[in-house]
Structures are given as C-alpha cells and as structure tokens.
C-alpha cells in the first residue's frame, strides 16, 4: 500500500469504530443477539446478515461511484422514488463529522473520485434532497481507491467494526 491509501485505509477504519457505537442495524443485532442467545457467533452472523440493502448497501454505492456519470443512476434511482445507495438520510442535515478525515483525503489524493461523490450529492441537494455521503459511500470510495474488486468491499467495514462489536456484545453479555 502507498501512503496515501495506507492513511485513507487507518481514516476509515477510525471513522467505523466511531460509527459502531451508534444504534446501526449492524450494533444493535449484536446487542440483541447477545442479550437474546449470548452466542458471539450468532451476534456475529446477524450483524452479518443486516450489510447490504438498506444497511451498508456497499456493492451498489461500488457501483454508483464507478459509473461514467453517477448522476445518471442517481436520477434513475430518485425518480423510481428509491433511495441512492451511500447517501445518507434525511435526518442528518450536514454532513458526519466522524467521516471528516476520509473526505479530505479523497479530496487531496483522489479528487477524480470525490468529485463523483460530490456530483451525486449536488444533484441530490438540487432536487430537495439535504441528505450527505454515508459510510456506505465513504467505503465504496475507499474500496475503489485501493482497487479492491467490488466483492471485498465488505471487508473494510467488517474489519473496521470488528473491536466495536466484540466491545457491544462483551457488555451486552455480562
């Protein structure tokens, strides 16, 4: 790894160790699970079983942001009424300061691809959208940046979450 991919890869890990404390689909199974079975391996797999979808749907926001022109898929999938994959919702009005460092890093090392994020944001604002790049986006960024192949893209989320939920389930357990 270079330096830069280095320093974006230990930035999104930091800003998913932060995101993991947060009520996500992804922590609070483990909270469920643990209370519910006690079983690391059942939180774990529930915790699993939540990416994709609506939580982390990081194989399609890899697919938004290596489009051409992300704006077309983003104006496919608004007017279908569907929500845009890496984009959060609408109750954040600014965007996560938790994500801070791995937007400035994209910005100096790979403007090619914030620009992409921020035309899908741009349009997504212009249509009434006040809704901000997500983790899922701040991944898939940082997947296509290290130039993992699309699949392997869960893994930088899984590895960084992986501490905060052993964390949640250790005290959801007693």
Sequence with gaps: MSDSERAL???LAKAHASAVLRDNPSSVLIKVVADSSGSYTNAMIAA?????GKHAPLRQTVEILSAENPVDLAEYL???DMKVPGWGSSFKPQPDPAWDAVHYLLQDHYPKLLAKINTVTDYLHKVGKKIYPNPSCYTAATALALSLPPALTPWLLVRARLDGWANIFANHCG
């Excluded at 699993?48 to 994709?52: D, M, Q, R």
């Design 78 to 80: 608004y007017k279908k």
């Design 48 to 52: 699993l079983s939540s990416l994709g």
């Design 9 to 11: 890869f230990e930035a």
